[in-house]
């Protein structure tokens, strides 16, 4: 079993940052990836960014391209979404989600879809003014 525990979220004016963290626990000896999505009031949760554990690879949704960074810890088991330029099109209900090895979407890699995602963390919500 795997436990993802979020934070970092909160509100913010156009155009600051926040940095997003989501800490994993139990079987996370060797996560395949990690990744960030987002759901807004009405809208379906999107892909944001998803990052390969292995060779560290990262992949963005490209209205976040230039702007959001997904990256790890050295235990691997933490990943960060650092949002800058923040726009109020992001405010969102941001999700942390993580899928261990073995298994696992083994496609062409690229952003992944939700189905890839075999754990989530419980949300945190990222509100951006105008």
């Known amino acids: 079993q795997v436990q993802l525990v979020e934070s970092g979220g909160g509100s913010v004016q156009a155009g600051g940052s926040l940095r997003l963290s989501c800490t994993a626990s139990?079987?996370?000896?060797?996560?395949?990836?990690m990744g960030w999505f987002r759901q807004a009031p009405g809208k379906e949760r999107e892909g944001v960014a998803t990052?390969?554990?292995?060779?560290?690879?990262?992949y963005y949704d490209d209205s976040v391209k230039g702007r959001f960074t997904i990256s790890q810890d050295n235990a691997k088991n933490t990943v960060y979404l650092q949002m800058n330029a923040l726009r109020p099109e992001d405010t969102a209900m941001y999700y942390c989600?993580?899928?261990?090895?073995?298994?696992?979407?083994?496609?062409?890699?690229?952003?992944?879809?939700?189905?890839?995602?075999?754990?989530w963390g419980q949300g945190t919500q990222v509100t951006v003014s105008s």
């Open positions: 990052l390969f554990t292995d060779d560290g690879r990262t």
């Open positions: 989600a993580a899928d261990p090895w073995p298994g696992g979407y083994s496609g062409n890699r690229r952003l992944l879809p939700r189905y890839a995602y075999r754990y």
């Open positions: 139990g079987y996370t000896a060797s996560m395949n990836y």
